[in-house]
């Protein structure tokens, strides 16, 4: 595989990833508080991170240099996490999943201003036709809903939560030091788990884990292994192989991958009108991926 299409690899699979944590949050979502959740997401992750490191050549000394980097870049996480918990409490999954797809508007100009990566033409035409494709999806097919702009509670939060999403492929490639990619994401989500720990400690304490039903273990598993773990080290590969637009292109395809997701829970799947805002943002996937030159 040459690096770009590695590069594309990573982010289809990221894809998939992020939206079972969609579905499978929105479930869970008023159980725990989301404080709590993600800190124990986060020890989760860290040690899988740091298991992986040391299996796959360590983690070099020149790793932990200036790790105020770690800082920033573990809260950017932190706060996109928190955030969707908080935005899945009252947004029903499909609809949280199209406020996901307007990162790659934002990254692109967060992109451009932190490192100057140029947007084409044909690439701003496809984030247009993305966000157009996701407000649809959020307002509902509702032209009423459009005209009020009467955004739910829950998009509204989660919005917040997709800014710091959007800056960390930009601002990792620009505090990166070529760190190898398992050592760089373990000490990202060490970070992360420390600002956790730090500021989330009353919800921990006020947890009655012991308590906590099945399914709720079941979601905190999925999400520290394979929607923290995973996809830390997904966009870590990805970002130093494509321009942040192009990383975050592949949230257009959330939306479809929750549908399915939530077809297969038993929650069926929205009505028709909605699905063409989920159409656009794959016609929007299609264009930046033509866009290679």
Not at 50 to 60: K, R
Not at 161 to 174: D, E, F, T
Request: proline content about 5%.
């Amino acid at each position: 595989m040459t690096p770009q299409a590695q590069g594309h690899a990573c982010m289809l699979l990221f894809s998939v990833l992020v939206a079972g944590s969609f579905s499978l949050g929105s479930l869970v979502a008023n159980e725990i508080a989301p404080m709590a959740l993600t800190a124990l997401r986060f020890a989760i992750a860290a040690a899988i991170m740091g298991a992986l490191a040391l299996a796959t050549g360590g983690i070099p000394r020149r790793t932990f240099d200036a790790p105020w980097r770690y800082l920033i870049l573990g809260g950017l996480y932190v706060i996109y996490f928190v955030l969707m918990f908080e935005g899945l409490k009252t947004a029903p999954p499909v609809s949280a999943s199209a406020v996901f797809t307007l990162t790659p508007m934002i990254a692109g100009g967060i992109g451009w201003l932190l490192l100057r990566q140029v947007t084409t033409r044909r690439m701003a035409l496809a984030l247009a036709i993305g966000a157009v494709g996701a407000l649809w999806v959020i307002f509902r097919a509702d032209w009423a809903t459009v005209r009020a702009f009467d955004i739910g509670e829950g998009e509204a939060i989660f919005f917040w939560g997709c800014v710091a999403h959007a800056a960390y492929p930009p601002v990792m490639r620009l505090l990166g030091r070529q760190e190898p990619a398992a050592a760089f994401t373990f000490a990202v989500i060490a970070a992360g788990c420390l600002i956790l720990t730090v500021v989330g400690w009353r919800d921990i304490r006020a947890t009655d884990w012991a308590g906590l039903r099945p399914l709720v273990w079941i979601t905190i598993g999925y999400v520290s292994l394979f929607a923290t773990a995973g996809t830390f080290l997904l966009v870590r590969i990805a970002a130093v192989r494509l321009p942040s637009a192009k990383v975050m292109a592949y949230t257009y395809l959330t939306p479809s991958w929750v549908i399915l997701w939530e077809i297969a829970l038993g929650n069926g799947a929205p009505g028709g009108l909605v699905l063409v805002g989920v159409a656009l943002t794959v016609i929007a996937l299609l264009l930046l991926l033509r866009n290679e030159h």
